[in-house]
Structure formats: structure tokens, C-alpha cells
């Protein structure tokens, strides 16, 4: 393997690579890795980090779409390997190790997943673009899922948000195409930009328990039809639910009066009693 065919960024972070090894061995003495730069018709299937590497760079492989297996060197003490995904040792206590997931390799074929009960942290596009997962189960240990973590993980069809996460980043099930089921924690306050978009197949969620949706949350999910909504939130859903044609708000929020609910600046078709709910449903164009 030669040396020229790795770029850096300085002389310790590797930020690249363009020969044609399909096996990549980063050379020993790179202490961190940056998101790599890679020609497109790459054909890396493993990857090797070695015991010099202290630091790697959330969404550092999202170029490496053919990428099965990771392997880490013994002596590195921050990173290592378990069933081909790459996790970074966070921190030690009493009950053990505390994991950030890194990295779940993009043509790994697995179609579900249980994420270790150490993991307290799944990062930047751990999963993203991997187009086999079905199912993965979250345990209650994940704190944050960050930003675009599922992104386009098109067979991705259910999920299940843990009681310890309390903020959906920006784009984490972005391209989500086959999600058709999430259950949101009650914990769960906010939900960040784009979060669910172009999950065509979602049809219904439940946002009641949140204090923050961010503009254009679920654009483009054309299958929703019942979205659960407080009441403060309605005002702005033209804005969270952009081009989602057949759907119908639940406002989740108790109501003094039917006042209330014709306040938004969009155009209210029907109004109705569910429960103890109202029901509205919304113009196609909001």
C-alpha cells in the first residue's frame, strides 16, 4: 500500500484516500481521521484502524459504500470492534465501558440490529446509507442519536425511540423510505430539521410529548395521515409538515373552546370530536 495514495489534512489526519486497495490499512502514526474524501466507484470493503488513532471524525466513512467489516488494532485503547461495527470507548465506570456507536458498516448485511446496552451515544451517520437493516433495536442506555444517524436506510421499517433520548438531531431518518412505524418516548421534547423527510411510507406518529418541532420535520412523508399535535404546534404545522397531502391533525392539547382550534392561519376543512381530542383536517397546499 502507498503512502501517496492517502491524503492529509496535516501529517496526522488522514482525510483521504485514491488507489485501489479494496482491504484499507491505515498507516501506523495517523492519530485522527477526518471525513474521508473518496472517488466514487471506491471499492473499500474493510478497514483498518491502527493504534495510533485517537480520533475519529463522526460520519468519517459515509463515502465508503461498499464497506463491510472494521478492524482495529489490539493496543488501541480508545477504539475496537464488535461484529464488524466500530464503536470509541467514551468513558470507564463502575458498571463498565460507555460506547459512542461510530460507525455500522454501509453494505453490512445484517437485517436487524441490537445496539449494545454500553452504547450511550449513536453518532453523525452511524447507519446512514445502509440499505439492508429492517429493524434495530435501541436500548433505554442511548442518550443522543445525532444528526442524520438513519439517514437513508431505505429498508429501515420500524423503530422505537428510548426513554433516555430527549432530542431527534437534523435528519436522522431523512430518506427513510420503507419507515412505517416510530414510537416516540414520552421524553422525547424535540424533533430537529428535516428529521423525517421523504419517509413516504410513515402514517402515523404520535408528537405530543414535545416542546420543539423544527420547520420541514416531515416534509415530503406523502403516506402520513394522523399526526398527534399539542395544540401549540398547529399554527405552525404548513411549516413542519410540508407537501404531506392526506394528513390529519390530532390536537392533543385539552381546549376551552372550538375558538381555539380555528385560530391557525390555515384553512380548517372539518372539525370533529375524537376522545378527548379535537380533530382537524388540514387543506391539501398548507
Known amino acids: 500500500m502507498n503512502i501517496k495514495d492517502f491524503d492529509f489534512i496535516d501529517c496526522h489526519t488522514l482525510s483521504g484516500y485514491h488507489?485501489?486497495?479494496?482491504?484499507?490499512?491505515v498507516p501506523d502514526g495517523v492519530r485522527s481521521i477526518a471525513e474521508l474524501y473518496l472517488p466514487e466507484n471506491n471499492r473499500i470493503k474493510s478497514f483498518f484502524v491502527p493504534a495510533s488513532v485517537n480520533y475519529i471524525e463522526?460520519?468519517?466513512?459515509?463515502?465508503?459504500?461498499?464497506?463491510?467489516?472494521?478492524?482495529?488494532?489490539s493496543l488501541n485503547v480508545r477504539f475496537f470492534v464488535k461484529d464488524d461495527v466500530l464503536y470509541n470507548v467514551l468513558h470507564m465506570d463502575k458498571k463498565g465501558p460507555h460506547l459512542d456507536l461510530v460507525c455500522y458498516p454501509c453494505a453490512k448485511?445484517?437485517?436487524?440490529?441490537?445496539?449494545?446496552?454500553s452504547v450511550d451515544c449513536?453518532?453523525?451517520?452511524a447507519f446512514s446509507d445502509n440499505i439492508c437493516l429492517k429493524s434495530v433495536n435501541i436500548p433505554d442506555s442511548v442518550q443522543f442519536?445525532?444528526?442524520?444517524?438513519f439517514n437513508g436506510c431505505q429498508s429501515l421499517s420500524s423503530v422505537s425511540i428510548p426513554r433516555g433520548v430527549e432530542q431527534l438531531e437534523d435528519l436522522v431518518f431523512c430518506g427513510c423510505e420503507n419507515l412505517v412505524s416510530v414510537k416516540l418516548h414520552e421524553n422525547v421534547r424535540s424533533v430537529g430539521y428535516r428529521t423525517f423527510y421523504n419517509c413516504n411510507s410513515l402514517e402515523k406518529i404520535d408528537l405530543s410529548s414535545l416542546n420543539y418541532i423544527s420547520d420541514c420535520a416531515f416534509e415530503n412523508c406523502v403516506s402520513l395521515r394522523e399526526a398527534v399535535l399539542p395544540l401549540k404546534f398547529v399554527k405552525d404545522a404548513d411549516r413542519i409538515f410540508v407537501n404531506c397531502p392526506n394528513l390529519k391533525v390530532v390536537v392533543s392539547t385539552k381546549c376551552s373552546s372550538e375558538k381555539e382550534i380555528h385560530e391557525p392561519v390555515f384553512k380548517i376543512e372539518m372539525l370533529k370530536k375524537l376522545d378527548c381530542r379535537k380533530n382537524t383536517r388540514l387543506k391539501h397546499g398548507f
Open 19 to 25: 488507489g485501489d486497495e479494496s482491504d484499507l490499512v
Open 122 to 125: 449513536i453518532g453523525s451517520f
Open 58 to 73: 463522526h460520519g468519517a466513512f459515509m463515502s465508503c459504500r461498499c464497506l463491510e467489516h472494521f478492524a482495529v488494532d
Open 145 to 149: 442519536m445525532e444528526s442524520g444517524c
Open 109 to 117: 448485511k445484517e437485517e436487524s440490529f441490537v445496539v449494545p446496552g
